[in-house]
């Protein structure tokens, strides 16, 4: 986890707090509203230290996260303890809207991973891939929800992505299978799945904005 420094006003005083460059809750840019919940002197093996603990109220999504934080320098702390743990992306807002249900499993598969269990990510990923892709089927092409679900997702990258945008998801199913299945196929890191997801996250939201741009675009 990334951070970065904050400086807050304490019992007359400003000290430095180190807290998550993006908020564990959301995924945003990181600049909270902190408040110490407590400051004492505690004895750690050898030595006493002071400890801070503080919540941090995120403005972008109205959650709160919390450290704890230990002297380094005069007026300086670094954070020892953060939570939640995990921090998550934050994809676009076309997203959300379409597929709330991927953003849920993308969430929980990136959870997975940054606490070290890539067999599960790997498994989630290729989840919420379907997902995605069903749920752009099903508000922007002709085929009804009974015709949708019953794509294996292979079927329904090739029915309704083309191009270097359709090797982008081939590649994401390919490599989620090296998960779910019993045989791996493939030499490849966790990263590198998820790298080409997001490429095609990048590709259905440009997808989006041009069915549904923000202004009319019809000729008067």
């Known amino acids: 986890m990334d951070f970065i420094n904050q400086q807050v006003y304490n019992n007359g005083s400003y000290i430095n707090l180190q807290i998550p460059k993006f908020c564990p809750q959301c995924g945003a840019v990181n600049n909270p509203e902190t408040i110490i919940l407590s400051k004492q002197n505690i004895k750690t093996s050898d030595k006493n230290e ?9 403005n972008a999504c109205n959650k709160s996260h919390f450290t704890i934080q230990v002297e380094s320098t005069g007026g300086s702390y670094l954070a020892k303890s953060v939570y939640p743990e995990t ?85 994401v199913r390919l490599l989620g299978n090296d998960y779910t299945h019993w045989e791996k196929k493939y030499d490849f890191k966790l990263e590198q799945l998820k790298a080409y997801l997001n490429v095609f996250i990048d590709h259905v939201k440009v997808q989006i904005m041009l069915k549904e741009p923000i202004v009319s675009t019809k000729k008067n």
């Open 50 to 58: 002071l400890v801070i603990s503080a919540s941090h109220h995120c």
């Open 87 to 171: 921090q998550p992306s934050l994809l676009p807002e076309e997203i959300y809207e379409l597929s709330p249900r991927f953003v849920k499993i993308y969430g929980d598969s990136e959870a997975a991973e940054q606490r070290g269990a890539t067999e599960l990510a790997g498994t989630g990923y290729r989840s919420a891939l379907e997902i995605l892709i069903k749920d752009y089927a099903l508000k922007y092409s002709e085929d009804g929800k009974d015709t949708i679900s019953k794509l294996n997702l292979a079927n329904a990258i090739g029915k309704y992505f083309k191009g270097e945008f359709f090797s982008a998801a081939e590649v």
